[in-house]
């Protein structure tokens, strides 16, 4: 992602190029997460988590109605302007796992690894790739992170340049599958399972691959933020105590 705020303002993220929620104060998360799985020649199907987020902010206030405004994104079906660049078809959905709030964008795209994508000719392409994934002989690349940016997670293997650049002109078979997803499980990650980023790196699936995975970082990824869950949560807590209330209402006037 390039820079990292949501989409209700006008940056655009570093290293995926989301655009995020409006705002340069507005939301903020500590991650982000794309699973893309290539089910035609030209369509794949994209899901998006922006994991952990919340607001700098800890004006009460400004914080009831950030929450509020999470409630309203969670209720536009379909969304009117997906976050998740280039996303067609849209569905989001906003829920708490794990303590943290989470924002999952799910819908189709063009297939990355398309003809009519690798060889240029999509004029979009030419300002920014929120995927950025690229065939090179018998391997399929990932990169285009910024520096701010760690890879948290993947189903491919990380490698630097140098050394992806030496063993595809040795190695006669795909490199080995490695990493740890992450998708699916519920425990936290770690300081010892970041890749570390002495120099640039990639991540490398074998040509054959046709689901793909990985994890950045976020902008609060590590700082001082503010999550937003226990407003949400509470605030979710009192619509459904509303709805509640209103259902058990119609049911006594249908009664008498």
């Known amino acids: 992602m390039k820079s990292h705020a949501f989409k209700l303002g006008c940056l655009v993220c570093a290293s995926i190029g989301v655009f995020l929620f409006t705002g340069c104060s507005s939301f903020t998360y500590e991650n982000q997460s794309w699973r893309v799985a290539e089910v035609s020649d030209s369509s794949a199907d994209v899901i998006v988590r922006y994991i952990g987020v919340g607001v700098t902010s800890k004006n009460i206030e400004k914080r009831a109605g950030k929450a509020k405004k999470l409630i309203e994104l969670a209720n536009e079906k379909p969304p009117v302007d997906p976050i998740t660049p280039k996303l067609r078809n849209a569905s989001r959905k906003v829920f708490v796992q794990d303590g943290k709030i989470v924002v999952e964008e799910s819908g189709t795209m063009r297939n990355p690894l398309s003809w009519f994508e690798q060889t240029g000719l999509n004029v979009l392409n030419w300002f920014y790739d929120p995927i950025d994934l690229s065939i090179s002989g018998r391997y399929i690349i990932k990169s285009g992170w910024g520096d701010p940016d760690i890879l948290l997670a993947t189903n491919g293997r990380v490698t630097d340049e140098d050394t992806f650049a030496s063993s595809r002109l040795s190695i006669n078979t795909p490199l080995a599958i490695g990493g740890d997803t992450q998708w699916l499980r519920d425990e936290p990650l770690g300081l010892t399972d970041l890749a570390a980023r002495e120099k640039h790196q990639i991540i490398v699936w074998p040509r054959a691959s046709r689901l793909f995975y990985w994890k950045l970082s976020g902008p609060a990824f590590n700082k001082d933020w503010q999550s937003l869950a226990p407003e949400f ?15 058990q209402d119609e049911e006594k006037i249908e009664i008498k």
């Open 233 to 247: 949560i509470a605030l979710m807590k009192e619509t459904q105590t509303e709805l509640k209330t209103e259902t």
